[in-house]
């Protein structure tokens, strides 16, 4: 439902000579507006902040694919990602001292499902590995319980309850930390095979 017109708007701005890495620089600019928003209380525009910041992230996704896709721009996009995802809980723990130890095991727990994701795609991408499961990619995307979607549904929740977002932080980290189990059993059973000819 949603490729069909972000791929539009996507060529459209393709036309206009605008990379798809620099839409992807634009589009950290809410995220990290965001984490303001959430260090000063005002949740309600880090909603919409954050949001925005996700709308910019699959545009440049839909003009890589105008323009064609770049080994840059596939490394450039999860690293804003992640500076996003990492941003946000952050803000959460400064704001409020309750808030710390849930917001920094919330980060851990990101960090240990980014380097599962990224070794699983290197490893995959030496052995000629390839997979579509999630569209065409710059890199080998290995399925998890807690993805993309899900991590935005989790913050859209603690803008929304933020008085709640300890809970919502631990309950996430777990479902991230059981991911990373996920994702490695995967790997043990996929590598143990023979690297495709």
Same mark, same amino acid.
């Not at 990379?19 to 634009?26: D, G, H, P, R, Y």
């Not at 803008?159 to 995967?186: D, E, H, K, N």
């Given at each position: 439902?949603?490729?069909?017109? @972000?791929?539009?708007?996507?060529?459209?701005?393709?036309? /206009?000579?605008?990379?798809?890495?620099?839409?992807?620089?634009?589009? &950290? &600019?809410?995220?990290?507006?965001?984490?303001?928003?959430?260090? %000063?209380?005002? %949740?309600?525009?880090?909603?919409?902040?954050?949001? @925005?910041?996700?709308?910019?992230?699959?545009?440049?996704?839909?003009?890589?694919?105008?323009?064609?896709?770049?080994? +840059?721009?596939?490394?450039?996009?999860?690293?804003?990602?992640?500076?996003?995802?990492?941003?946000?809980?952050?803000?959460?723990?400064?704001?409020?001292?309750?808030? &710390?130890?849930?917001?920094?095991?919330?980060?851990?727990? +990101?960090?240990?499902?980014?380097?599962?994701?990224?070794?699983?795609?290197?490893?995959?991408?030496?052995?000629?590995?390839?997979?579509?499961? %999630? $569209?065409?990619?710059?890199?080998?995307?290995?399925? $998890?319980?807690?993805?993309?979607?899900? /991590?935005?549904?989790? +913050?859209?929740?603690?803008? &929304?309850?933020?008085? =709640?977002?300890? /809970?919502?932080?631990?309950?996430?980290?777990?479902?991230?930390?059981?991911?990373?189990? =996920?994702?490695?059993?995967?790997?043990? =059973?996929?590598?143990?095979?023979?690297?495709?000819?």
């Amino acid at each position: 439902m949603i490729d069909p017109p @972000l791929n539009a708007v996507g060529r459209a701005v393709a036309r /206009t000579g605008i990379s798809a890495n620099a839409v992807t620089l634009l589009a &950290l &600019l809410p995220g990290l507006g965001a984490a303001v928003a959430i260090f %000063h209380g005002q %949740h309600g525009l880090a909603l919409a902040l954050i949001l @925005l910041n996700r709308l910019a992230d699959g545009l440049d996704g839909a003009v890589a694919r105008a323009n064609g896709p770049s080994d +840059f721009g596939g490394y450039l996009d999860i690293v804003s990602d992640f500076v996003v995802y990492t941003a946000v809980p952050l803000a959460f723990g400064l704001a409020a001292p309750a808030n &710390l130890v849930p917001a920094l095991l919330l980060v851990a727990s +990101f960090t240990l499902t980014g380097v599962s994701f990224l070794a699983f795609a290197a490893i995959a991408a030496r052995r000629g590995e390839e997979t579509t499961a %999630h $569209g065409r990619k710059s890199f080998f995307y290995s399925t $998890g319980l807690a993805e993309g979607t899900e /991590t935005i549904a989790c +913050f859209i929740a603690m803008c &929304l309850w933020p008085q =709640q977002f300890a /809970t919502i932080a631990l309950v996430y980290a777990g479902l991230c930390a059981l991911t990373v189990v =996920q994702r490695s059993l995967m790997a043990r =059973q996929q590598f143990r095979r023979p690297p495709q000819a």
